[in-house]
DNA sequence: CTTGCAATAAGTTTCGAAACTCTTAGGATA
DNA sequence: TATCCTAAGAGTTTCGAAACTTATTGCAAG
């Protein structure tokens, strides 16, 4: 039971953090530059983050995906137990939380998951769709070949799960997950806009949370996204204008039949 | 040298009313509270918010006053002496900033106050107004006479200031700051879009660190600000629709202003 | 049965110390 | 002089316990 040495667990694991709210040019991009193996580098790659940070990555992610359920208590007895990190620790990355809209705080209650509704998805929706349309626009016409380079491997990517079979993709939605964020990051990953960026990623996520309520209660044409989203690709590649009416009726589209969900409520 | 009793330094009046420029130093008074077993102090006052939540409105107001200068070390050695806080506190404050974009976190080199530049100073302007603008548009649609009443009460508060002279405009600049805020926040009070209202909020404050850049070098027309706010505060209530033209000409206008003086250095 | 009110339990918030990391200074070696 | 190694110093990150607050229970009185 007790641990006399405290060992900051480093398990090497590349997840590395990527926040919502990223800003910095810590861009996947970056051609990692070799160095000579005889020199002692003071960190190997780029910094994966402090627990703590990965903890924040983790603690987003288990929201997202609904394995705390909207309005759900969150107790620090439980969540050190979980996570088997401190108390300050925790209270520090749902902190951040709170910031991005995830959780709630109220002062001597705790920490709660923030709710879901429907004109919640609405609003959450009509933001996202526009910023991913104008950072979208802004990538088409700043984008280099690496851009372009980079969008059609990341569709390629995510075109190997979604033309699994249903069972299978089932299976894989975590991954299904990682890589359709990929997939949008791409496209838009050329816009030069650093704040349009961060609030496009700060609207993604919390999107992605009503799209977790799609795929846990059914599937919704499955076979669709992947034509939809090879449509997208295949647009902004060619510089097309009409990639971002594409995108949009893509986003809304799937807004919509989650908001048909949630009226049931 | 230690404290065995932990005694929550707790000033019985209104705390922040007046933000004070002056924290530090020696000013923490000495208030014994006793505590008896069989008194109970149920009905102090109506209970502020935590001391952590407190906290983050201070420190994010010394970052927006520049008290801490951008790219300024936060050390915490320094932090627990200024606000009488422990560093876990600090921590979770520091953390919410992250998210906020005031701040950064850099692992294993702890936080420092996020940089300001002339390109961020136009992304931020841009979003601003897109914000406000439709913000305000909403707002002028679903107004009611107490919206109404409210922006009338808050010019009028504001132009208690902006009507001064130059000097004592500049002594009760906080003041100015304060009412400007809720003159721009009665404005779109009654926009039903949550989501927006809170982008909005977050390029406010990130608008306001530059904004008072051109406060603390120089001052900028003083009588045309008050004659555009009073524009845009009797085509707000006229339900005018060009209100919203006003709204972006008064912020860009503030923002070029001060982009003239980023780009020396 | 309901209400009021202690006493207890459960949970939150704060704090400082210890573990850990990065930087710098000093000195030995070639 | 330049380079490498070590150690001390400064600063950061984590953790759990103690102080504090809210919720629950138990019990007596109306």
Redesign the interface.
């Known amino acids: 039971m007790k641990n006399p040495v405290r060992l900051h667990a480093r398990i090497g694991n590349a997840t590395c953090a990527q926040s919502a709210?990223d800003?910095g040019g810590s861009g996947s991009l970056n051609i990692h530059l070799k160095k000579s193996p005889k020199n002692v580098e003071p960190r190997d790659d780029d910094?994966?983050?402090?627990s703590g940070?990965d903890l924040l990555t983790r603690l987003r992610a288990d929201i997202v995906k609904h394995t705390f359920a909207p309005e759900t208590k969150l107790k620090f007895s439980d969540l050190t137990e979980r996570y088997g990190l401190g108390i300050?620790t925790l209270?520090?990355?749902l902190?951040?939380l709170?910031?991005?809209?995830f959780v709630t705080?109220e002062?001597?209650k705790g920490f709660r998951v923030a709710p879901v509704s429907r004109r919640?998805l609405a609003?959450?929706t009509d933001?996202y769709i526009a910023f991913e349309k104008r950072a979208l626009a802004q990538s088409i016409a700043a984008g280099d070949d690496e851009w372009e380079t980079r969008i059609v491997a990341a569709f390629h990517s995510l075109g190997i799960i979604e033309d699994l079979s249903w069972a299978e993709r089932m299976r894989r939605h975590g991954d299904w997950v990682e890589r359709h964020r990929l997939f949008h990051e791409a496209l838009v990953a050329a816009c030069p806009?650093?704040?349009?960026l961060?609030?496009r990623s700060l609207?993604f996520y919390q999107l992605e949370r009503y799209r977790f309520l799609s795929k846990m209660n059914r599937e919704n044409s499955p076979s669709r996204k992947g034509t939809e989203h090879r449509a997208i690709m295949e647009a902004t590649v060619a510089r097309d204008a009409k990639a971002t009416a594409l995108l949009e009726q893509h986003i809304r589209e799937t807004s919509d039949s989650i908001s048909g969900m949630l009226s049931k409520t």
Chains 1, 2 share one sequence.
Not at 98 to 101: F, P, Q
Not at 193 to 196: A, E, G, K, S
């Open positions: 709210i800003i910094a994966s983050l402090s940070q300050g209270r520090e990355a902190s951040q709170v910031s991005e809209g705080l002062a001597g919640d609003e959450v933001h806009d650093r704040w349009l961060r609030l609207m």
